[in-house]
């Protein structure tokens, strides 16, 4: 697999996530119990600020869900993100996600790690030519400071 496929490979499974997880459109007979524990959450911390009663929960409800539908309705009205080419180029050369590759296998030190990429910065034409990647192939040194 080079860099490209394994792009467009994470980007389906992103798009699928996305659309799982945006769900479907809720009514008030199937709203989950995980749904009703967020609302009555945030019903509670509304009731302690005196702007509902405990008669309103009903209304409060209601008013949830409906909002929570128009999100969601634009949500799916705006699309997959990951359609954009910024998203894509997000993806592209973030820094995680690219299991495929191998490097996340490796178990080096500091000085190690610093050793290969110095080696590979130096000698990509040469190591490079060994590997299946896209023409837009980068080298990308992700430092953390402590």
């Given at each position: 697999m080079n860099s490209e496929e394994?792009?467009?490979?994470?980007?389906?499974?992103?798009?699928?996530?996305?659309?799982?997880?945006?769900?479907?459109?809720?009514?008030?007979?199937?709203?989950?119990?995980?749904?009703?524990?967020?609302?009555?959450?945030s019903f509670n911390i509304h009731l302690k600020r005196g702007r509902y009663t405990k008669n309103e929960f009903q209304k409060y409800l209601e008013d949830y869900t409906k909002i929570y539908n128009e999100n969601l309705l634009s949500k799916k009205q705006s699309g997959n993100p990951y359609k954009t080419e910024k998203k894509r180029n997000d993806i592209r050369y973030q820094t995680g996600d690219w299991l495929y590759q191998g490097f996340n296998q490796l178990n080096l030190s500091s000085a190690e790690s610093a050793s290969i990429i110095e080696?590979?910065?130096?000698?990509?034409?040469?190591?490079?030519?060994?590997?299946?990647?896209?023409?837009e192939f980068k080298i990308f040194l992700a430092g953390h400071v402590y």
């Open positions: 394994g792009l467009l490979q994470i980007l389906d499974q992103y798009a699928k996530d996305w659309e799982k997880n945006l769900g479907d459109l809720l009514t008030l007979d199937n709203l989950s119990a995980e749904f009703l524990e967020e609302v009555n959450s080696a590979l910065i130096l000698n990509q034409k040469d190591v490079f030519k060994h590997f299946k990647i896209a023409n």
